[in-house]
């Protein structure tokens, strides 16, 4: 008889009910407060877990920092649009508005026209991220919940929203995205002029796209494009929060995405575009004799961190996705559908990184440098 077969469904059924039928409300310390939030454990481990509240946040807590933990019967239900923007709004200093959008829910205390202005950008990225993966057999998921963005209306009232996460460094980048909170953070880039206009109109919005097209605001909006790109890449299940994502794939991908295409009002022609911000740096790198850049590059996160790396690690993290996306596209596909298959708090050994990459993508990593570095000094 085959009773287990039959069995089998059956408590895996009762197991996911249970799982889903309690709400676990854990008190802990964070940032040196002693906090309680309810919501549901969604990663365990010895070191620790990971709570997910229904506003989207997950919050790692150290198995040391955990109080109290209890759990109740209910069913863990993610806020609603109208829920969040009530959350949001509470947690944000007073005189902040919200611009809805198809995925956003965008808080501002900024002109109207910016919000307006944000929002179409991001619109335009959102579909233009999710058709590019499509068209590369990747499926993407429309996220549970808006995305949030907050753009505050001048530099010094964003970084002091900034600096419980970031410190002082909020100060000098012009946003970010927080795996935290699951949020963008930025503030207006056209100034303290542009924001006294208080209009939303076409001519306000086209006024604005005229500031930011100009040359010398090419990195601000790059920026503002690349940490949007971060945020859809974690909310559509390209890439999961938290788990162990190598940061050459996910800043290279953000980079990859960058590339801002301000002239279209409709689609986004500038993804996948030759990142002119870095390929000098990216070409005087491989055109270098010497130590291998690619092993080094797979498994060395810390590099991404540090001052006197980092230049160098995002324009080879930005060439390598390059060159896997224009030359290896479904292996670096099914390679990145490999990563999302990874839960938080289980990270493989770093080693495995190069095992996997030979395995996705090339069994010879001498002959893939030698050909990606090739390819790389020849872009123009
Ligand atoms: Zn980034």
């Known amino acids: 008889m085959n009773v287990a077969r039959t069995l089998s469904p059956v408590l895996f059924t009762l197991a996911i009910c249970a799982s889903a039928a309690a709400e676990d409300t854990l008190t ?24 997910e509240t229904p506003d989207s946040m997950q919050w790692p807590i150290l198995a040391d920092d955990l109080l109290a933990k209890k759990q109740t019967p209910g069913e863990f239900v993610p806020l609603n649009k109208q829920q969040l923007t009530e959350q949001v709004l509470s947690e944000l200093p007073a005189g902040f508005e919200v ?19 944000c929002g179409s950008l991001y619109e335009r990225l959102y579909r233009g991220f999710v058709n590019y993966w499509k068209q590369r057999g990747v499926n993407l998921t429309e996220p549970t919940q808006p995305m949030v963005a907050v753009i505050f209306d ?12 970031l410190g002082d460094a909020a100060g000098s980048i012009v946003g970010y995205y927080s795996m935290h909170t699951n949020r963008v953070a930025m503030y207006d880039l056209t100034g303290v002029d542009a924001a006294r206009a208080q209009g939303s109109s076409k001519r306000d919005i086209a006024r604005i796209n005229n500031i930011l097209a100009r040359p010398e605001a090419t990195f601000l909006v790059a920026t503002i494009v690349h940490e949007a790109t971060h945020q859809i890449a974690y909310n559509c299940g390209l890439q999961i929060r938290l788990a162990d994502n190598p940061v050459w794939v996910s800043e290279g991908l953000a980079i990859y995405f960058e590339t801002p295409d301000l002239s279209s009002s409709r689609g986004w022609r500038g993804i996948g575009e030759v990142n002119r911000i870095r390929l000098p740096q990216a070409k005087r790198l491989v055109q270098q004799p010497g130590r291998k850049l690619i092993p080094q590059l797979l498994i060395d996160d810390d590099q991404f961190r540090k001052a006197e790396t980092a230049l160098d690690a995002y324009a080879l993290a930005w060439a390598l996705n390059y060159y896997l996306l224009k030359r290896y596209p479904d292996n670096y596909a099914n390679y990145l559908k490999h990563l999302a298959e990874r839960r938080p708090l289980h990270d493989p050994p770093r080693e495995e ?17 030698a050909d990606f570095r090739k390819f790389i000094a020849g872009l123009r």
């Open 99 to 117: 611009h809805e959008t198809a995925h956003y829910l965008i808080f501002y205390n900024t002109s109207k026209a910016y919000a307006y202005w």
């Open 154 to 165: 001048n530099r010094q009232n964003y970084a002091a929203y900034g600096q419980e996460e």
């Open 28 to 51: 802990f310390r964070y940032n040196d407060a002693e906090v309680t939030k309810s919501g549901r454990i969604i990663a365990q481990a010895e070191s620790g877990v990971i709570l």
């Open 353 to 369: 990184r190069l095992a996997e990459f030979q395995q996705f993508v090339a069994e010879d990593l001498d002959a893939f440098e």
